[in-house]
């Protein structure tokens, strides 16, 4: 399906969904870093605004959609006491992986998640579009996307630096 002509990827901190691909599936994923070929709510809600840009607050802000994952997380923190469902700086807590929800939970969550970015999506490229914006899209389209999978490569490999 990832090799469809034409095909798009929209997603939110897209970065991170290419990476999972690359490291579970084994799919090269670089034709995803370009302009025409992806399209990350998270990258172009930074470039247009300063504050919060995580998904839970764009859902928030741009749909009726709600805080839709609100029951997974009451599950989490009811059935597994003092526990994260997202890792974090707090390593005292611990953390259950999407593994230990139950389906009800996750078939909401893997449903509504896409929908939440698709609209955010159609939200934000029409800002972006607007004329007064044209260096900011000038900006998301050809250093922001393109620079994804050089910035992919150094995280997964690393780089050389001369400590002299």
Request: hydrophobic share 35%; aromatic share 14%.
């Amino acid at each position: 399906m990832l090799d469809l002509p034409g095909l798009r990827v929209i997603g939110h901190n897209l970065r991170y969904d290419l990476t999972e691909m690359r490291r579970d599936f084994g799919t090269e994923i670089r034709r995803f870093c370009t302009g025409e070929a992806s399209w990350d709510t998270m990258l172009a809600y930074h470039l247009l605004e300063t504050d919060e840009f995580g998904l839970k607050q764009l859902t928030l802000r741009y749909t009726d959609l709600g805080s839709y994952d609100a029951p997974m997380h009451r599950w989490v923190q009811d059935n597994k006491g003092p526990g994260k469902l997202f890792p974090g700086a707090d390593e005292d807590k611990f953390f259950y992986g999407f593994r230990d929800i139950p389906y009800r939970f996750l078939l909401v969550y893997g449903m509504v998640d896409p929908d939440a970015t698709f609209r955010i999506y159609l939200k934000l490229r029409e800002r972006l579009e607007q004329p007064e914006n044209h260096l900011l899209k000038k900006l998301f389209y050809e250093v922001e996307l393109p620079c994804q999978h050089p910035i992919m490569d150094v995280e997964r490999f690393g780089f050389y630096a001369d400590q002299e």
